[in-house]
């Protein structure tokens, strides 16, 4: 496989429900970023990893759980999420910061 | 607060005619420019960067900086329909920091055959 994987793309999951995000990149990259995109709004930055090494967190809620455990592999640990949770995660990864490729996407309803 | 913004659209374009996309940001230290388009149920793909003032083409896209007006834009010539699709714009906001991307909320094109 080539580029950013990224599964499942799509989740429906109750408010009780604890479920995973998986994203894999083949490119090499050192970076790897979770997106969450609701509908008409910008792309939110949740999660940044360099190097595997968390560097950025903005202001995200703890029903949201990252987790890097190499440059290759990010994952998204979600548990009691919120009907407003409900979007478009999109894992993405990228060399130093230039030209960010994106998975396909999960997207996530929550009931 | 650093912001992006682009209109919302849809931008209506016919066929062969040129489509123009605009962007604005606030933030005067912003270094790096980027055009993303994304299809209809899919992930955002990059078509064009700019990091510096002036006009950068590649293809049928023209990318324009004006830093002293703080506006980025993308020019498509020739439309066509299989550009339709939604256009976001994405600012570097620091220098020393090439993971804090700002983003539009995109400008949706549509192109008319």
């Known amino acids: ?111 | 607060q650093k912001e992006v913004e682009q209109n919302s659209g849809p931008l209506s374009v016919p066929e062969g005619a040129i489509a123009s996309l605009n962007c604005t940001y606030s933030d005067r230290g912003s270094q790096s420019f980027f055009w993303y388009r994304q299809y209809s149920g899919k992930s955002p793909e990059l078509i064009m960067s700019i990091y510096s003032n002036g006009d950068k083409e590649d293809g049928r896209f023209t990318a324009q900086l004006n830093k002293a007006s703080q506006y980025v834009s993308l020019l498509i010539r020739d439309s066509q329909p299989s550009d339709s699709a939604t256009y976001l714009c994405a600012v570097n906001i620091a220098a020393d920091s090439n993971y804090q991307l700002i983003w539009g909320a995109g400008t949706k094109l549509i192109i008319k055959p």
């Not at chain 1, 979770?34 to 709004?41: G, I």
């Not at chain 1, 994952?75 to 999109?90: C, I, K, N, V």
């Open chain 1, 1 to 111: 496989e080539t580029g950013v994987t990224q599964t499942p793309r799509h989740l429906v999951m109750g408010m009780t429900n604890k479920k995973s995000l998986k994203c894999e990149q083949h490119l090499g990259h050192n970076a790897m970023y979770w997106y969450k995109q609701s509908a008409k709004k910008p792309l939110e930055l949740m999660f940044v990893y360099n190097f595997k090494e968390q560097t950025e967190n903005n202001s995200v809620p703890s029903r949201f759980s990252p987790e890097c455990p190499n440059s290759s592999h990010l994952f998204l640990h979600l548990h009691t999420l919120q009907p407003e949770d409900s979007a478009l995660y999109l894992c993405a990864s990228s060399q130093m910061g230039e030209k960010l490729f994106f998975g396909s996407g999960t997207q996530l309803s929550v009931l």
